[in-house]
T-cell receptor, first 112, second 114 residues
Framework: AQTVTQSQPEMSVQEAETVTLSCTYD???????LFWYKQPPSRQMILVIR??????QNATENRFSVNFQKAAKSFSLKISDSQLGDTAMYFC?????????FGKGTRLSVIA | GAVVSQHPSWVICKSGTSVKIECRSL??????MFWYRQFPKQSLMLMAT?????????EQGVEKDKFLINHASLTLSTLTVTSAHPEDSSFYIC??????????FGSGTRLTVV
């Protein structure tokens, strides 16, 4: 069974700085998808970024980018120019067919 | 993008009564819907997988007679918490898909059983 590990329960970053959230996963599959979801205090799950395993190029979405290392089974999220609105829980997730497998989450606090 | 509507957003019910939560895909057809439960400061715990027109598949430890799931159409799945008790109080979230990006989440339902 696939597992997703987020080793940082909590992190904090100064506004405008850069922060990286770690995620590792375990699978024997070759084709799969990886996601980062954000859950702000409203508890709405918001898709931040998605990566297809067959693509070597790292996905980027504005201030959010990933470092996908397939051989190492690592999928970290980098947030540049952190904003107060980035304060939230961040979940890393794996998907091969269905359903999503989530990590335990990292609580990120952006400090003014 | 894809939109999933979940209703109600919060509900308070008396112990022993039943509560129905709806999950609707508004602009796409969802062949599969998932129901999750989330305890405070924890990750999402998958309760069941619902496929349109067939019986739901429940995760180990989830009581299928307590958490009734119906997926009668490609746009609607419902979760009914039967004979609710205070320990059923939690945050319930659905997701639907697949769409172009994977699976889209509803906004969640906060259930409080008193």
């Amino acid at each position: 069974a696939q597992t997703v590990t987020q080793s940082q329960p909590e992190m904090s970053v100064q506004e405008a700085e850069t922060v990286t959230l770690s995620c590792t996963y375990d699978t024997s599959e070759n084709n799969y998808y990886l996601f980062w979801y954000k859950q702000p205090p409203s508890r709405q799950m918001i898709l931040v970024i998605r990566q297809e395993a067959y693509k070597q190029q790292n996905a980027t979405e504005n201030r959010f980018s990933v470092n996908f290392q397939k051989a190492a089974k690592s999928f970290s999220l980098k947030i540049s120019d952190s904003q107060l609105g980035d304060t939230a829980m961040y979940f890393c997730a794996f998907m091969r067919n269905t359903p999503l497998v989530f990590g335990k989450g990292t609580r990120l606090s952006v400090i003014a | 993008g894809a939109v999933v509507s979940q209703h109600p957003s919060w509900v308070i019910c008396k112990s022993g009564t039943s509560v129905k939560i709806e999950c609707r895909s508004l602009d796409f057809q969802a062949t599969t819907m998932f129901w999750y439960r989330q305890f405070p400061k924890q990750s999402l715990m998958l309760m069941a997988t619902s496929n349109e027109g067939s019986k739901a598949t429940y995760e180990q430890g989830v009581e299928k007679d307590k958490f009734l799931i119906n997926h009668a159409s490609l746009t609607l799945s419902t979760l009914t918490v039967t004979s609710a008790h205070p320990e059923d109080s939690s945050f319930y979230i659905c997701s639907a898909g697949p769409d172009n990006y994977g699976y889209t989440f509803g906004s969640g339902t906060r259930l409080t059983v008193v």
